[in-house]
């Protein structure tokens, strides 16, 4: 098959749960044999010029880019306010530079399927179907009005709260919209699906888990045994619901784990965290790394991961990651939706700041317990979350579906 997929950043180098899915999406669809081509935005904060990427990306993978400016912009913000229906959110991301890029390769060669990376993508999807007959696929990696209806749940009231009650009300337009337009929805989870559903898809659906390629995260022989009394977090710090749930955590629950483990260290990575964000960090035995330049490596040097968030949709793409290295692991409800874990066998997972942090101490007191869920953990991801094989099924059901096309 011929692919061409559509990103509104750069999937390389991959960062954060997003570029990490489409980067390894990508990588499977090449190596199963199909031709890969990417139109991916250049944006201000994933910004890579494709002549540095490694070899392996390069060789079989056709790479389009062009920069949109997607900087926040005040005047920009209270002119949507008056005047649109659109979500600045998704506004800052219709560009005329990659709308006529996108004609010109659609001009060029014929593609069976454009995968679109997000919900972003949608305002191209006319351009699409005016200059070619490929089935148009949805990759959701979540679903976006159910981020913003918890973020808005979850503020004080104030500007800020009204002014993302705005925003919320347009992207479940916007969402909803969307559903009527692509032909393909492949969501990462079934819990998005049945949501998606109930929101008006009535397209054909196939739910592809964001996995790891396994190969990987293989564990090092040898490897020093990580830091005693360490709590690691990684994840993109410009995120609005990693911000929420460290902020939550920090306040809430690290006082508690302090209290009984006085010489306890949390030690934070994430890349563009916000200065006024990062000042917040500024805590008792917190240790703030920045953008590491190996999260493999991060990872495996600490002990007990945390994942506080609050808000979000979709899956965690790091908590996968570190149950593939074996790390034993405490997070909220929320954060652990999609995974399909157990609590208790898996992770712990935590409804409230006494739950998480009685989890945390637990699994200090009792290295058994660690042993168990790192290994239970990586069974789980082995069994569910193998990348290759999502992928070699998703790409089935693509064949699948243009062979009925045909008929």
Known sequence: MNILFLTNK????????????????????????????????????????VKDMPEELTKNIRWHTCYVDTRIKPPEVLFNLMFSNIPYNAKRFISNTYRNKLKQILSQEKFDIVQLEGLYLYPYIST??????????????????????????NQNPGLKRMYNRVLSVRMQRLENRSLHKFDILVPVTERDSHILDFLGNENVTYVAPTGVILSNFEIPENLPAPKHNTLFFIGALDWFPNQEGMLWFLDNVWHLVLKEYPDIELHIAGRNAPANFEHKLNRKNVVFHGQVEDAKEFCLKYNIMI???????????KLIEAMALKKPIVSTYVSAEGIKVVN????????????????????????????????????????????VKIMQGLLKFYKYMLEKRQK
């Not at 179907?129 to 979540?142: E, G, M, P, T």
């Open 10 to 49: 750069m999937p390389y180098p991959p960062t954060d749960g997003g570029t990490i899915s489409t980067l390894n999406m990508i990588k499977v669809y090449s190596m199963e044999g199909n031709s890969v081509t990417v139109l991916a935005m250049n944006t201000h904060k994933h910004n890579f010029d």
């Open 128 to 153: 699409i179907r005016k200059s070619s007959n490929a089935l148009i696929a949805f990759h959701a990696h979540n679903v976006e009005q159910e981020i913003w209806k918890r973020t808005v749940r």
């Open 307 to 317: 994942s506080p968030l609050l808000t979000g949709s979709g899956m965690r793409v």
């Open 344 to 387: 208790k066998i898996h992770m712990t997972l935590a409804h409230d700041e006494y739950e998480f942090a009685n989890g945390i101490i637990d699994l200090l007191k009792n290295p058994e317990r660690c042993k168990m869920y790192s290994e239970n953990a990586r069974l789980h991801v082995e069994k569910h979350f193998d990348s």
